[in-house]
Structure formats: C-alpha cells, structure tokens
C-alpha cells in the first residue's frame, strides 16, 4: 500500500502542516483537512510514515462524528470532495482521507479524559497519589480502571512542542467558567458513552483527547479527530491485566520500540523498522475493523 507523507493539492493554499493533518483554505467558511500517514510519537515526526494510517484516522473519525452528533455538533460538512478538488487526479490521490470542515475557532486547550491509570496519569498517582491534581484512592495498580473516568485538560502545543497538563480552573480563566464547564461535561459524556461501545466490541478505551471549537455563533463544536488511534489508548480487552502495560491497537506500539532506542526524543526523529512499521498498520487496521465493522 501505498503511503502518503505530504498532500500538495493544486489551487488551494496550504494553511498549516500539522502533526498528522494538511489544512487548505477553502474560503472564508471552509477547509479542506487531508489526514497523512506521517506519524508523531512525544511530539517529534518520525520520518516513516504508516502506510493507509491516514485513511484509518479519517474513517475512525467519521464514524465517531456521526455517533457523537447528537450530543454535540461537529465540524463535518456535506460538501463533497469534487467540489473543491476538481482534479480527478489529485481527488484520488487523496481519497478516504480528505473531508471539507467548517472554519472554526479553536480553543486553547485539549480536553483530555482518563478511564484508567497508565501514561502520564500513572507516574503521577506514584509520586503523590493524584493525576492533575485530582485525589485518588490509595493502592491503586497501573492500568488499574478508575472508579469513575476524570477530566485533566492540557495546552494545545505546537509542532515540536510538548503538551502541558493544566488545572480546570487555569481553563476557567482561558475559557470563562460556563465554556469550561461545558467541555469538561460534554468530554466526559462522549467518553462514556464511547468507553461502554468500544468495551461491547473488545476494546478498552484507557484515555483520550478531544479538541472542540466555536462556531461563528458561538456555539462550541467537535472537530478535528475523535477517539482515533492517535488521540486515544486502545487496549484488547481480552489481554487487559491490570498491574503492567496492557498491549494496545494504537501508537503506543511505536512509542514502546523508540524507548528501547538510544535517543533524546528530540527532533530529528528516528527511522523505524519495516516490521514495526506493518505491525502498526495492522493495529490501526483492526481498531477500525473492530469499531467500525469495516
């Protein structure tokens, strides 16, 4: 399969090249998004991109905008790709992994929500028995399911930059307490209602990220990626033991190889071998297969 590291799409401008996501200007109300295969891990791109990753992402998200529309608008569009992109050329090179967005106004923070005790959150449970702040009960193993899913919002970084965890009163001052108050309910209800889905179908959501933002109403909005591969642990269910790092469907896969390795986490990234490579491709395969059924 083919793998996409960069899009160029011709008569639109490039706006941003993110992590993952190309963003071209089309018009005042809209942008074209076109998910790459480029794969980042502690915030550095590595040079090897993920053959069909980038399809995955589009596919997941989709899926889960449309699940999650309901409880909170999205920033999908009905505008179909020929629209934009009259090449057909160009269209095919981008297929499955483009959609035409609402502009929107993002907001300054990531709206992270944790299910269970592992990454970040675990370290600090070590050192002081709480996870951003948040008191926890004493005992509790790595990996172990909290009693109940809780919100620990971070900075939104840049390329090459490093996230922050942040206090839910530093999002106040950010926000004001009503858009706050909002994100953290809204973020923890979509996490959920995901989390008992995701579990009926063999999959244990760990923790995620959402990123919202506001509409020209004012009217706060889903958008860029919804409980991917990338935004989320996913760990198999049926080898979910807690007290150790459960095996996982997303990036953690990578994250583990590079700890083995002698870098510094700091760009340049380092090249990965062809087998991690298709075993991630396989991994993010079978997250959307199980999820989405296709």
């Known amino acids: 399969m083919d793998a996409l590291f960069e899009s160029e799409v011709e008569g639109l401008a490039l706006l941003h090249r ?7 200007d089309v018009g005042d109300d809209r942008l074209l998004i076109v998910t790459t295969d480029r ?3 502690f915030d550095v791109i590595l040079p090897d991109p993920i053959p069909g990753k980038g399809r995955v992402l589009t596919a997941v998200s989709n899926f889960w905008f449309r699940r999650t529309q309901d409880l909170i608008g999205n920033h999908l569009t009905d ?12 269209r095919a090179a ?8 609402r502009r929107l106004e993002p907001l300054p923070v990531e709206a992270i929500v944790r299910g ?7 370290k600090d449970y070590q050192s002081c028995g709480a996870v951003c702040g948040i008191e926890l009960p004493a005992g509790l193993r790595q990996a172990d399911r909290l009693p109940e899913p809780i919100y620990t919002p971070s900075t939104k970084a840049g390329t090459g930059e490093h996230d922050q965890n942040i206090a839910f009163e530093r999002t106040v001052e950010l926000l004001g307490r009503d858009l706050a108050e909002r994100v953290r309910e809204v973020s923890l209800r979509i996490y959920g209602e995901a989390a008992d889905y995701a579990r009926a179908r063999g999959i244990l959501i760990a923790d995620t990220k959402f990123e919202f933002g506001l509409d020209e109403t004012g009217r706060l909005t889903l958008m860029d990626e919804v409980l991917t591969p990338d935004s989320s642990r996913f760990w198999p269910a ?4 807690p007290g150790s790092s459960p095996p996982s469907f997303d990036k953690q896969y990578v994250r583990d190889y ?30 959307q297969q199980r999820l989405t059924g296709v």
Not at 79 to 90: N, R, S
């Open 18 to 24: 993110g992590k993952v996501r190309d963003l071209y």
């Open 39 to 41: 794969l980042s891990a």
């Open 79 to 90: 505008t179909p790709l020929a629209e934009v992109v009259a090449d057909a050329a160009q």
């Open 94 to 101: 981008i297929d499955g992994r483009a959609v035409v967005v």
């Open 116 to 122: 269970y005790l592992i990454g970040s959150g675990w």
């Open 238 to 241: 049926d080898q979910y033991r």
């Open 258 to 287: 590079l700890e083995t390795l002698d870098w510094d986490k700091t760009a340049p990234g380092p090249s990965l071998p062809a087998e991690v490579i298709r075993r991630t491709a396989e991994k993010y395969r079978e997250a």
